[in-house]
């Protein structure tokens, strides 16, 4: 069945980085979009990017762009996702899900918190 599974995740202080991944099984990998979401506590899902299945044409939100990448390795069945210049706001569960959506097929998460 399909499988997701996100690590990468931590605590690290405004200003700093992480770089979350999500490996994939279960599923053609390579033939699929894939996106990263977040959600924080009392609130609902929020799409931050979304990248094609060969990796090219990626999108971000207003809210993330220019400070995350998204990208990918089809050789590899993972999904990156390059967080920078990170926000107190930015704290999240963050999670992939399969496909241009975030809902369905979605891995259980990789705790982000951005605090001094």
């Known amino acids: 069945q399909v499988q997701l599974v996100e690590s990468g995740g931590g605590l690290v202080q405004p200003g700093g980085s992480l770089n979350l991944s999500c490996a994939a099984s279960g599923f053609s990998f390579r033939d699929y979009y894939m996106t990263w979401a977040r959600q924080a506590p009392g609130k609902g899902p929020e799409w931050i990017s979304s990248?094609?299945?060969?990796?090219?044409?990626?999108i971000y939100a207003d809210s993330v762009k220019g400070r995350f990448t998204i990208s990918r390795d089809n050789n590899k069945n993972t999904l990156f996702l390059q967080m920078n210049s990170l926000k107190p706001e930015d704290s999240a569960l963050y999670y992939c899900?399969?496909?241009?959506?975030?809902?369905?097929?979605r891995g259980q998460g990789t705790q982000v918190t951005v605090s001094s």
């Open positions: 899900a399969r496909g241009f959506t975030t809902e369905g097929d």
């Open positions: 990248i094609n299945a060969n990796g090219r044409a990626p």
